[in-house]
Structure formats: C-alpha cells, structure tokens
C-alpha cells in the first residue's frame, strides 16, 4: 500500500472560517510534508515534520498551523486565510526526511481549498 | 540558493514522437533526483534516481542521471494521447526541489 490519503478533497472556506486538512499514511513513513500548488506552478514546500517534530518552516504564514499527532496523521489548521490562499494543498511522505539517501517521496491527492 | 531547472517549458508533439526532456539542478546535499507527471491532481511518482549512467525505465519511459554535469533526461518513446501532461523534476535534499515543470501536449 503506498497511499497517502487526504481529507477533504474539495474545501470552500470564508476568511472568517477555521478548517483543517487532513493526511493519513499507514507505510511507516516518518517523515511527512505539506505542499501548496497554484494553478500551473510547481509544488511548493510549506512545513516537514520528520519523526513527528516539525523540521522545516518555509517562512509559512501563521495563519497556516501544521500539527502531527503521531506518525501516521498530519494536520494543516486553517484560520483566518486570504483569497490568495485558494490553492490545491499536498501531502506527501517519506521513509525518513533527512537521513537516508534515495527516499521516494509520495504525495496525497490533494486538497483544493477556496477561501471566500 | 538550491535551484532545478526544466526545459523546454512546454512540448506540443503528434503520437508516436519520441520526446526528451531535460532537468538540470545546482543543490548542496544531493541524495536523489525523482521525476513525477501531473495531470489534473497530485504528481505521481515515476522514477527516482540516485547514480549516475543507470538508466531507469518503465515501459516506454526510461531516466537517466549525470550526476558529473549535474541534469537529468526523461525520454518518453511512441508517445500516446495519455502521455499528455506536466512533467516534474525534483531534486531531494533535506526537503524536494521541483523545477518549472514540463507541459507535454500529445496530439492524435
């Protein structure tokens, strides 16, 4: 099984709102990750968290709250975003973030989120 | 700064071409090269390559890494109306670079 699986798929929230997404992977991956994708743009990296700690912080605002209750669940919370946050948000996961060489990297489906 | 690059931007071809696209990166701490396609939701995983001169290759797709000059070709052979997608290089460091990606349009 080399799912990683992500809830909701489709997300419409006012800038009032809070939501959160959810990632789930059952491959003993320790190292999870959130990307955001604009239309027609590459993958870009927001947080890492690897062994349940976050690792990196890509100077993500705060209105983005990553939080990884153990090793198989990954959250983003959402709380007061802008339109310009409308995108589709991925998760992926890995054997091991930082240490082993050669790690496939596999993503979720994706969330699009549109923030009114 | 880590960069990975990708050319051409994008690709208009007819079925049954043979394409070649091109990755080339600068990054410290190199520990794997991956290629993903994207159509309309998430990239999917195709090949990941960590030595250089072996080739990888899944049917009529083959990668292969020149870790010397420091860039990566996929070649996608008899292309197919399904090969019709962006293609995503990525270089793994502590985190995954992607590059601009590649917008491969197959024609009937």
């Known amino acids: 099984d080399t799912e990683v699986t992500q809830t909701p798929k489709h997300l419409v929230m006012g800038m009032t709102n809070k939501k959160s997404l959810k990632c789930e992977q059952h491959?003993?991956?320790?190292?999870m990750y959130w990307y955001k994708q604009k239309a027609k743009k590459p993958p870009e990296l927001m947080f890492v968290?690897?062994?349940?700690?976050?690792?990196i912080n890509e100077s993500v605002p705060s209105r983005f709250s990553p939080e990884c209750p153990n090793s198989s669940l990954l959250n983003l919370h959402l709380h007061a975003l802008q339109p310009e946050d409308s995108a589709l948000y991925l998760c992926?996961?890995?054997?091991?973030?930082?240490?082993?060489?050669?790690?496939?990297?596999?993503f979720g489906e994706g969330s699009w989120l549109t923030v009114v | 700064e880590d960069k990975v690059v990708q050319s051409p931007l994008s690709l208009v071809v007819h079925e049954g071409d043979t394409v070649t696209l091109n990755c080339s990166y600068e990054?410290?701490?190199?520990?794997?090269l991956l290629w993903y396609k994207q159509e309309k939701k998430a990239p999917t995983f195709l090949f990941m390559l960590?030595?250089?001169?072996i080739e990888k290759k899944s049917g009529r797709l083959s990668s292969i890494l020149d870790k010397k000059e420091l860039f990566s070709i996929l070649n996608i052979t008899a292309t197919q109306t399904g090969d019709s997608a962006v293609y995503l290089c990525?270089?793994?460091?502590?985190?995954?670079?992607f590059g601009t990606g590649t917008r491969l349009q197959v024609f009937p």
């Open positions: 491959m003993g991956h320790r190292a």
């Open positions: 960590t030595s250089s001169g």
């Open positions: 990525a270089v793994h460091t502590d985190k995954l670079i």
């Open positions: 968290y690897s062994y349940e700690k976050l690792s």
């Open positions: 992926a996961s890995s054997q091991e973030g930082q240490a082993i060489s050669g790690n496939t990297i596999y």
């Open positions: 990054v410290t701490n190199f520990r794997s």
